[in-house]
């Protein structure tokens, strides 16, 4: 949801409106043809058509006059003239139609109530992502801080969604927080429908982060338990929707947000980012440990900085070499991806335009091809329900 409220409603209260002043027909030839073309109309940021979600009680007919009444989700809905705009440019294009009237409203409680309840599949508590979920879950982890974690994270988020997965993505680095800056959407901020978060989107990402919710200068210093909470509630309050995959950038190291990722989702699997150098590869080993130790599945290594491509075509080792090589062989997975260094990838983090979107630099690439090996490989069954029984 990303425009301002529509001018045609300027009380912008949650009043509902009268019923078509016109008292135009809803079993009329038009007003059916206008409701089927409002299936394509979705709401950008739960990500479902309009009709699906009760926001349309109400279309009529007389003549060539159409009249929609169009309910929104909230009061201010950010993305109230976005919506407008859209039910009116599909009613218009529906042959016979002359005049279109478009009566915006807010739902009534018991009608948003029942919404969010349907989204959230009328779960009492607890999060969406169990272990029998057709959701993929792959935390991305390291040792040590300063290994380019997160820009791995948010490249891969991407580079997966450009294949044409839904992809969700966590800011779990509650201290660090660098994700919303990286995907270019530090100054975005979500949109509460009644108990639920909806998440700002980034190249086809569905996002995140504390960085949402605090200052950008602001030092998060919490202690275990609020950090708990936190990842809990992103797990639990934020609407993702249906995801094919779901990211998480957890903070560096082994402390209280691993451990918490690791009871809350188990049957996660683990991307162990490191460089080249010996010292970050041990360290990085211990995350997986950590991981492994949880319940859950380690399934590669990353290395980043693996080389810096010198003019000639030589490359400078900067961080030294076989760091992530030994430290594959010692957790015994393989190496998914050597990124090398890159200027672009630099720049497109501070830019936040993530660098798989401009084809043929050689970190991008090698991104990309990562993210293709994860979509082909797909999920294991550890830990799901089969929904058999014996007979």
Request: net charge negative; proline share 8%.
């Amino acid at each position: 949801m990303t425009a301002d409220p529509a001018p045609s409603d300027p009380a912008n209260s949650a009043a509902p409106h009268p019923a078509d002043p016109a008292g135009g027909d809803e079993q009329h030839p038009l007003a059916l043809a206008v409701r089927r073309a409002l299936e394509r109309v979705i709401d950008p940021e739960i990500r479902k058509p309009i009709t699906e979600l009760d926001m349309v009680p109400r279309v009529s007919a007389q003549g060539d006059r159409v009249t929609v009444d169009l309910r929104l989700t909230i009061v201010g809905c950010p993305a109230a003239g976005a919506i407008e705009r859209d039910v009116r440019a599909a009613a218009s294009e529906v042959e016979g139609v002359g005049e279109v009237t478009v009566m915006v409203g807010v739902m009534d409680t018991p009608t948003r109530d029942a919404l969010i309840a349907r989204l959230r599949g009328n779960r009492p508590s607890g999060h969406p992502f169990t272990a029998d979920s057709l959701t993929r879950v792959i935390a991305v982890t390291s040792g040590k801080g300063g290994v380019g974690k997160s820009t791995i994270t948010a490249n891969l988020a991407v580079a997966l969604a450009a294949r044409g997965l839904r992809v969700g993505l966590v800011d779990a680095d509650v201290f660090g927080f660098s994700i919303p800056g990286l995907l270019g959407i530090a100054d975005a901020k979500p949109t509460r429908v009644g108990e639920a978060i909806m998440p700002p989107t980034a190249h086809g990402v569905a996002v995140i982060s504390i960085g949402m919710f605090v200052d950008a200068r602001t030092a998060v210093s919490w202690r275990g338990p609020m950090l708990h909470r936190t990842v809990q509630q992103f797990l639990t309050d934020v609407y993702f929707g249906d995801l094919d995959i779901l990211l998480l950038d957890l903070p560096p190291g082994t402390g209280d947000v691993a451990i918490s990722i690791g009871q809350l989702l188990p049957h996660a699997e683990v991307l162990v980012v490191t460089t080249p150098q010996k010292a970050a590869a041990d360290v990085a080993e211990r995350s997986a440990i950590v991981a492994r130790q949880t319940g859950q599945t380690v399934i590669g290594v990353v290395e980043n900085m693996a080389g810096l491509v010198q003019p000639d075509g030589s490359v400078l080792q900067l961080f030294g070499s076989g760091g992530g090589t030994e430290a594959a062989a010692r957790l015994e997975v393989p190496v998914l991806a050597r990124v090398p260094l890159s200027v672009a990838l630099r720049e497109g983090g501070d830019e936040g335009v993530p660098i798989v979107l401009r084809p043929g630099d050689p970190a991008g690439d090698a991104i990309t091809a990562l993210a293709g090996d994860l979509a082909r490989r797909g999920r294991g069954l550890a830990g799901r329900k089969l929904g058999l029984a014996p007979r």
